[in-house]
Nanobody
Framework: QVQLVESGGGLVQAGGSLRLSCAAS????????MGWFRQAPGKEREFVAA????????YYADSMKGRFTISRDNAKNTVYLQMNSLEPEDTAVYYC???????????????????WGQGTQVTVSS
């Protein structure tokens, strides 16, 4: 079992930045691909970004490319999402998740992820 706890959400003005963190505990973090998803009110959960264990395979949703950066510190069992140039459309609950798809792959489908955090709210005002 892997427990995931997100932090770093909050209220920010359009054009601003936030850095989300996700700390993993419990079963070893080793080898898991980590991803970020988000869900806005009335919308389905959508993929944001994913990073594999060795950090050499990273994938972003098209709308996040150039604005968001995913990273991870395996020694700290923590994954990050740096979000810049935030827009009101980025307002959502952001979730981190862990996928046991092997150390080389990334996963973009929510159903590929085995463990989920409770989410952190990000609100971007115009």
């Amino acid at each position: 079992q892997v427990q995931l706890v997100e932090s770093g959400g909050g209220l920010v003005q359009a054009g601003g930045s936030l850095r989300l963190s996700c700390a993993a505990s419990g079963r070893t973090f080793s080898g898991y691909t980590m991803g970020w998803f988000r869900q806005a009110p009335g919308k389905e959960r959508e993929f944001v970004a994913a990073i594999n264990w060795s950090r050499d395979n990273i994938y972003y949703a098209d709308s996040m490319k150039g604005r968001f950066t995913i990273s991870r510190d395996n020694a700290k069992n923590t994954v990050y999402l740096q979000m810049n140039s935030l827009e009101p459309e980025d307002t959502a609950v952001y979730y981190c998740a862990a996928a046991g798809v092997g150390p080389l792959r990334v996963a973009v489908r929510a159903r590929d992820y085995n463990y989920w955090g409770q989410g952190t709210q990000v609100t971007v005002s115009s």
